[in-house]
């Protein structure tokens, strides 16, 4: 079965610190893996994917993660967070299933930022 | 903005109303999803339509009713909720097939009073 574990529910780091949210997934096949995020009352909006080739994807907003299928993780990772960045974080994995996808989310961590 | 709309943004509802909640993309995606998100739970997959076909129910309360006339729309037919059913309502749409993403609309905020 399918499942995404988000080990951290809340993370603080100060404005300027490096950050990495930890994912780690289930899943028999290849993944295809995803972070979005989500501020106040939003919806998700996707920051990067995983789908082959290159284990270090490069997202929006300066987000990388890094696949590595020895350690069933996707790590997502900024060098310098900005106070902007202070929202919830969902990793997912994706299972194509006929001809749509079931996608399958993390409980979710949030991030604040000290000034 | 992902190219998903959804309306009403907010809706407070008493348990014996009938409400409606819908969703609208103009994205030319195959599949379109409603998820349910309450604080302090994973994203809830509630129903999933595949070229307007229902291929996902996940146990859902029959007091939420999925419609899905075309491939653009997709409605959640909501009567006689539970105040446990407060939650952000999200709809996401996808392009389906392999390496595709998920994209999700604003949401509803749903209170039931």
């Known amino acids: 079965a399918q499942s995404v574990t988000q080990p951290d529910i809340h993370i603080t780091v100060s404005e300027g610190a490096s950050l990495e949210l930890r994912c780690n997934y289930s899943?028999?096949?290849?993944?295809?893996l995803f972070w979005y995020v989500q501020s106040p009352g939003q919806g998700l909006q996707l920051l990067l994917k995983y789908f082959s080739g290159d284990t270090l994807v490069q997202g929006i907003k300066g987000f990388e993660a890094e696949f590595k299928r020895s350690q069933s993780s996707f790590n997502l990772r900024k060098p310098s967070v900005h106070w902007s960045d202070a929202a919830e974080y969902f990793c997912a994995v994706g299972r194509a299933i006929y001809n749509f996808n079931k996608f399958y989310f993390g409980s979710g961590t949030k991030l604040n930022v000290k000034p | 903005e992902t190219g998903v709309t959804q309306t009403p943004r907010h809706l407070v509802m008493g348990m014996t109303n009938k409400k409606s909640l819908k969703c609208e993309q103009h994205?030319?995606?195959?599949?379109m999803y409603w998820y349910k998100q309450s604080a302090k739970k994973p994203l809830e997959l509630m129903f999933v339509?595949?070229?307007?076909?229902?291929?996902e129910n996940n146990s859902v309360p029959s007091r939420f009713s999925p419609e899905c006339p075309n491939s653009s729309h997709l409605f959640l037919h909501l009567h006689t909720l539970q105040p446990e059913d407060s939650a952000l309502y999200l709809c996401a749409s996808s392009p389906g097939g392999a390496n595709t993403e998920a994209f999700f609309g604003q949401g509803t905020r749903l209170t039931v009073v």
């Open positions: 339509y595949s070229l307007e076909e229902r291929v």
């Open positions: 994205l030319g995606h195959n599949a």
């Open positions: 899943y028999g096949a290849t993944p295809y």
